[in-house]
């Protein structure tokens, strides 16, 4: 089955390279007629390789005839001292929106390919990047990190930790997602990037290992009583930062983290260390971590004011939204694949909550009018992705996939009506919709919105 990467051989993948810079002008601009015909005519040039498989039947000469893998010596182990992908993978990738982000320098985008991942944990090779200004590739020798305050009262002792010191530090190892506050910021007021990497790929999860930071605050002297909240800075040239609310910290959960899936982080990541805060929302994640100033109030810093605030209907905005609501998405069948055959299909995606575990998942295959629970039966961790699965045999009408996510807090993900009428359709951030997919008679898969 050469041709289809990562793919069933029942299912065609979204074409490559389907959105030009001008194109996504366009979607931005509200049309999307012609995403149809471009889709269409990409799609076209692969060509389906499924029935030259029935044709040979039980002759099938893949299976009758030694290839060469099976008669010739295989490589030797020097030639990969650092192991990536086979060649067959290599539409698998991160891929970015040029033009979707305004032009400030390094102000940028990649997406996780979501719809050909497996499991929950993200290779850190394909962990979606979001910088306000580029990534660095920081000497860890040279880096520190600084825990001071903006009253002295409110620590002991200012402290400069070395990456050396952060490593002798008692260590703990937790599974969590991290989702952009801007995941689908696209959709909010239709439907619009044709494929899952488009619409929800700012959302990864992974193994992180680091140093509580209670500890560290513990170590400096802090005054719990006093210092309620702490500022996190980056080392990189945007000098992000966010405000973290202490209770989160006294929780444990937050790690000054340099470990990813079992190696050092990426530098795309953070490397050497970054925040790591379970359930929030991106941005307060900061990267290439150098300095925690712990104060008494919310420092309402650019991050906090300017952006990642929610715009509501009666004009106010929402400031500091910190926790990722429950949501789930269909990553397969999802829009830009085709399906090629009628019959059984695992529909498999992800589902998250920046509240705890994720209790339930239900699918729909008719618009949400009928909903049947889908399996969760690979792990199912607080703060984590959870990968559900259920059976589907398509009969080759028309329909629309939808799923829907319920935490362990009894959250049940809204519909976009429920969801504008709280929010208005001004908003750009945090978008937990359900997502409809449909499924065309054709077999082709579209992005679609259903009220
Ligand atoms: N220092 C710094 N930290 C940062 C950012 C940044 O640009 N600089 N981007 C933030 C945003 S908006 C997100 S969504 C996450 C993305 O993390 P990732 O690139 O590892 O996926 O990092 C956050 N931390
Ligand atoms: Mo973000």
Redesign the pocket.
Known sequence: MTGLPTQPGHLRPAPENFLSAEQIGEVKAGRRDFLRSSLLAATAALVAPLTARAAAGSGDPDILKLPEWSTSSGRPVVERPYGSPSKYESQLVRRDLPGVLSKVPGNSVSFTPLQGLFGIITPSGL???????GWQDIDPARHRLMITASNPAFIKQAKVYTMDDLLRLPSVSRIHF?E?GGNGASEWGAATFPTVQYTHG?L?CSEFTGVPLRLLLEDCGVDYKKARYVLAE?A?G?T?TRTIAMEMIESGEVLVAYGQNGEMLRP???YPLRLIVPGAQ??S????LRRIEVGDQPFASREETLSYVDLLPDGMHRQYTTINECKSVITSPSGGQTLLSQGFFNVTGLAWSGRGKIKQVDVSFDGGRNWKPARLDSAVLSKALTRFNIDWVWDGRPAILQSRAIDETGYVQPSYKQLRAVRGSQSTYHNNAIQSWEVLASGEVNNVQVL
């Open positions: 962990h979606y990047e979001r910088h306000h200004q991290l952009c700012m990864s980056g990189d945007a992000l795309e990541n953070g991106g941005v994640w900061v990267k290439w």
